[in-house]
């Protein structure tokens, strides 16, 4: 059966935040939702959608400068933004306390949020960040049960590496952060009471503070440089000197292709999640990770837990089929195949034919599946997520409109799982100018925000607003895909090879393909021009038994869907 899997990140979902001037950089000025936002009425409009999966996204707690609802602020020049990344994670075993309106009683808020999921017939997904914790991991304190053993509390640091350690170490290395200097600078400004200049590292509530004439003597560890001697590994590499570009915040947990003591924390951590109700698990750059653990934790898993799923982020297709086969993932992202391809064909598209250098081939989404084979059913198929930048953005195809054709194809084309990002369905553009991500066609994930696409929804969903165009094609197409057999779980017949020189059908720039179960077939048509397409297309007697020919209009950047 086909998977839609909806992603949130709760702090955005239901959070109406201040209407007025200004731009809202603290956690204090700007507020966040909450679990409880993610109510009754929100989780039965994501089932209406034809959505099985949640993705509660940036759940377990991380690093962040807030200071207000419960949080501890990290060391400011370990946190990219104001509310910083939801892939630094300071703790396992806790969730965010601004996320819960009684921060004490967060983990009882979020149980709470599962418990509700799983009333609406839905799943939890959660992250599962493998690779990389924070550089000030547990630093104050953890929520961890009783006798477990956090993450290099019993390294020896005084070795670069040994299979008993859970981090890599520089012995006589200090850690260079690449933000020293700009660091520095805030610093002395603060101190100087200089508070014109604009501050990117600092807490932007410190800077208030002081700027109010507060004492700061009691955040001094706020204002001297984060120190770490021996330096570890960064996340992303095995440098104690990161760059801007890297993931400076966090640092690489140090797996053997062999079993070690990190090998067995990291299972009880996915045991413990597991045992509050999660039903799967989105693991953040898999590839990065030995294989070797990944099989043994995804088998282990689900020796006890049956029905977990396990999703890998992957991005080398050749690799594919090993982590599938051999590793056992349920999904693999899609992104170089099936998501690039549909990204380059509307983003070079979107204006029409236009230059005949720049068009890119409809062709490309053939030999995306022929190269999958029998992989298909494994993939996650999708358009948006919070790494990629969104559809109606200039950056992708300059409106959601743009995209119909490719959501079409994305979401129908094979029995492949489906994920939407939350706000897609509504046209969200992702251009606001966030403090820290700007205008870069993203919902930001580094700052304390409000989105406007995400705002719409909850008012509809709440009976205050009616739903915008975007939104009624997209709950057309959605409910067609997780409802309609020959889509679920039918066969996939691709047409473009025997119509190269059908009437009206331009293989450069139209897709055409069937599916069908026993009891039905759906010709289904995307258009990835700026023209009307008309066109006759030839079925074959190998797909239906029969031949046939039929008629379709196809509006521009649109698809089409025809019971046959």
């Not at 590793?327 to 549909?342: A, E, N, P, R, W």
């Not at 709950?475 to 020189?501: H, I, Q, W």
Request: glycine share 10%; net charge negative; hydrophobic share 35%.
């Amino acid at each position: 059966m086909k998977k839609i899997i909806y992603q949130i990140l709760p702090r955005l979902w239901g959070h109406y935040g201040p209407d007025g001037g200004g731009v809202p950089k603290t956690l204090g000025e700007c507020g966040c939702g909450k679990f409880g936002s993610i109510d009754e009425a929100s989780l039965a409009y994501i089932k209406d959608l034809g959505v099985s999966y949640v993705w509660y996204t940036g759940v377990i707690r991380h690093a962040t400068k807030a200071s207000e609802n419960g949080c501890v602020p990290s060391h400011p020049q370990l946190v990219k933004g104001e509310a910083g990344s939801p892939y630094s994670i300071t703790d396992y075993y806790d969730v965010n306390p601004y996320l819960a309106d009684v921060p004490s009683e967060r983990m009882s808020e979020f149980e709470s949020l599962i418990d509700r999921t799983h009333a609406a017939g839905l799943k939890v997904v959660m992250d599962f960040i493998p690779n990389h914790v924070a550089r000030d991991y547990c630093r104050h304190g953890s929520a961890a049960p009783a006798g477990t053993e956090i993450l290099g509390a019993g390294d020896d640091v005084l070795v670069h590496w040994r299979p008993e350690n859970d981090f890599f170490y520089y012995p006589g290395t200090v850690l260079q952060l690449p933000n020293r200097k700009e660091f520095d600078e805030e610093c002395s400004a603060l101190r100087s009471g200089d508070f014109g200049r604009k501050f990117n590292i600092l807490p932007q509530w410190l800077v208030d503070y002081a700027a109010e004439g507060g004492d700061t003597g009691k955040y001094a560890r706020l204002l001297e440089p984060f120190m770490e001697a021996p330096a570890k590994a960064t996340g992303n590499n095995y440098t104690p000197q990161p760059t801007a570009n890297d993931w400076y915040e966090t640092v690489k947990l140090n797996y053997c292709d062999f079993h070690t003591g990190t090998w067995d924390k990291m299972l009880d951590i996915v045991r413990f999640w597991a045992g509050k109700g999660v039903d799967g698990f989105r693991c953040d750059m898999a590839e990065l990770v030995p294989p070797e653990f990944l099989t043994w934790l995804i088998r282990s898993i689900k020796e006890e837990f049956p029905d977990i799923i396990f999703i890998a982020e992957v991005y080398q297709k050749n690799e594919y089929g090993k982590y599938v086969r051999e590793v056992g993932f349920d999904m693999l992202y899609d992104k170089s195949g099936l998501y690039d391809s549909l990204r380059a064909i509307v983003g070079k598209n979107v204006n029409g034919s236009g230059a005949p250098e720049l068009w890119q081939s409809a062709r490309q989404i053939t030999g995306s599946w022929q190269f999958l084979g029998n992989l298909q059913s494994y993939m996650l198929n999708f358009l948006e997520n919070h790494d990629e930048q969104r559809i109606a953005s200039p950056f992708f195809a300059g409106k959601a409109e743009n995209a119909y054709a490719a959501l079409a194809v994305s979401l129908l084309l094979n029995t492949a799982s489906f994920m939407i990002y939350a706000g897609q369905e509504a046209g969200e553009e992702g251009m606001d100018d966030e403090p820290f991500s700007g205008v870069n066609g993203r919902t930001s994930i580094f700052d304390w925000w409000q989105v406007g696409s995400l705002r719409m929804l909850w008012r509809h969903i709440h009976g205050m607003e009616k739903e915008n165009s975007v939104l009624k094609r997209y709950r057309e197409l959605l409910k067609f895909a997780s409802c309609e057999p020959a889509v679920t779980e039918g066969a996939m017949f691709d047409l473009c090879y025997c119509n190269y020189g059908s009437e009206g059908f331009d293989p450069d720039r139209h897709f055409a393909f069937l599916r069908s179960s026993a009891e039905k077939t759906f010709l289904i048509a995307a258009n990835f021009s700026g023209e009307t397409a008309r066109m006759t297309l030839n079925i074959p007697p190998e797909a239906i038994g029969s031949r046939m020919t039929v008629d379709m209009t196809v509006q521009p950047m649109d698809w089409s869907v025809r019971l046959i």
